[in-house]
């Protein structure tokens, strides 16, 4: 993808080494973007050292952040700007789950106020702060990307016991179509990306068995989703904008979950 060689690209949720953050982190840097990694905990670093391992380590920047709190979200995208220059291309992918804080799925009436402001806070709220914070610079270079990593529950799908998280992703979509349309004019796209039952470390049992009734018979893959955010951060997706990309196997298009005789 020569659309993203030399763009700064800053990959959120990136902590996990078998994540979708991490793989599309991979991808970029790949393709010759310098890339920016970021995660809640100081694991992020670990992971930065590994995409050295791959080429220049002075194409590479990493730093934990609350991106929750807008005030660390600012001094990060000041120190990715001060370390690899301003920032074109931005992959919101953080969100769903934390180190640390464990979120189980309840039935919405069992939902708790502080349940509730935490779920949209980790998945919706960082994606606010952060396109926020890179916009004034993205609208100066009349130049930017911004990919959401939202989902198929919620646009699409739902799921007993995580109204919470399907509110987030749902509104995730709602507040891209609207930075599309203001963005347009400014050399700025903004789509998001809906994965599907994509195997990861934090995947249950569950999970990995839904993927397997999908029509291509197996979960997803971390990278398979980053590609397609590769695709949405390239110059060569100029006319791609307020758009969800489903990437799940063609599970939502079936009705029959089980395989048919």
Same mark, same amino acid.
């Given at each position: 993808?020569?659309?993203?060689?030399?763009?700064?690209?800053?990959?959120?949720?990136?902590?996990?080494? /078998?994540?979708?953050?991490?793989?599309?982190?991979? *991808?970029? !840097?790949?393709?010759? +973007?310098?890339?920016?990694?970021?995660?809640?905990?100081?694991? =992020?670093?670990?992971?930065?050292?590994?995409?050295?391992?791959?080429?220049?380590?002075?194409?590479?920047?990493?730093?934990?952040?609350?991106?929750?709190?807008?005030?660390?979200?600012?001094?990060?995208?000041?120190?990715?700007?001060?370390?690899?220059?301003?920032? /074109?291309?931005? @992959?919101?992918? +953080?969100? %769903?789950?934390?180190?640390?804080?464990?979120? &189980?799925?309840?039935?919405?009436?069992?939902?708790? /106020?502080?349940?509730?402001?935490?779920?949209? /806070?980790?998945? *919706?709220?960082? +994606?606010?702060?952060?396109?926020?914070?890179?916009?004034?610079? %993205?609208?100066?270079?009349?130049?930017?990307?911004?990919?959401?990593?939202?989902?198929?529950?919620?646009?699409?799908?739902?799921? &007993?016991?995580?109204?919470?998280? #399907?509110?987030?992703?749902?509104? %995730?979509?709602? %507040?891209?179509?609207?930075? #599309?349309?203001?963005?347009?004019? !400014?050399?700025?796209?903004?789509?998001?990306?809906?994965?599907?039952?994509?195997?990861?470390?934090?995947?249950?049992?569950?999970?990995?068995?839904?993927?397997?009734?999908?029509?291509?018979?197996?979960? $997803?893959? &971390?990278?398979?989703? $980053?590609?397609?955010?590769?695709?949405?951060?390239?110059?060569?997706?100029?006319?791609?904008?307020?758009?969800?990309? @489903?990437?799940? $196997?063609?599970?939502? =298009?079936?009705?029959?979950?089980?395989?048919?005789?």
């Amino acid at each position: 993808m020569p659309g993203v060689k030399d763009r700064v690209a800053l990959v959120t949720g990136a902590g996990s080494p /078998d994540g979708i953050g991490f793989a599309t982190a991979r *991808l970029l !840097h790949e393709a010759g +973007a310098r890339v920016a990694v970021t995660s809640t905990t100081e694991r =992020i670093h670990e992971r930065c050292k590994e995409l050295a391992g791959e080429g220049s380590g002075d194409s590479l920047f990493a730093a934990p952040a609350d991106l929750t709190d807008p005030r660390q979200v600012a001094g990060l995208v000041e120190a990715v700007e001060r370390a690899l220059g301003g920032i /074109d291309i931005l @992959v919101n992918n +953080a969100g %769903m789950v934390q180190v640390g804080r464990d979120q &189980p799925s309840r039935p919405f009436h069992e939902i708790t /106020d502080e349940g509730w402001r935490y779920g949209l /806070d980790i998945s *919706l709220t960082s +994606a606010f702060l952060v396109t926020r914070a890179v916009l004034p610079g %993205m609208r100066a270079r009349r130049y930017g990307r911004i990919v959401q990593m939202s989902s198929v529950t919620g646009p699409v799908t739902g799921i &007993p016991g995580s109204a919470v998280y #399907a509110g987030a992703k749902a509104g %995730m979509l709602g %507040m891209t179509r609207s930075l #599309a349309i203001e963005a347009g004019g !400014h050399g700025i796209t903004a789509n998001c990306v809906g994965p599907g039952w994509i195997e990861t470390g934090s995947s249950s049992e569950a999970e990995i068995v839904a993927g397997r009734h999908t029509p291509v018979g197996r979960p $997803g893959r &971390p990278e398979e989703v $980053g590609q397609v955010a590769l695709f949405l951060a390239g110059e060569e997706a100029s006319y791609v904008t307020g758009q969800l990309i @489903v990437v799940d $196997g063609g599970n939502t =298009i079936q009705e029959y979950k089980v395989a048919l005789a």
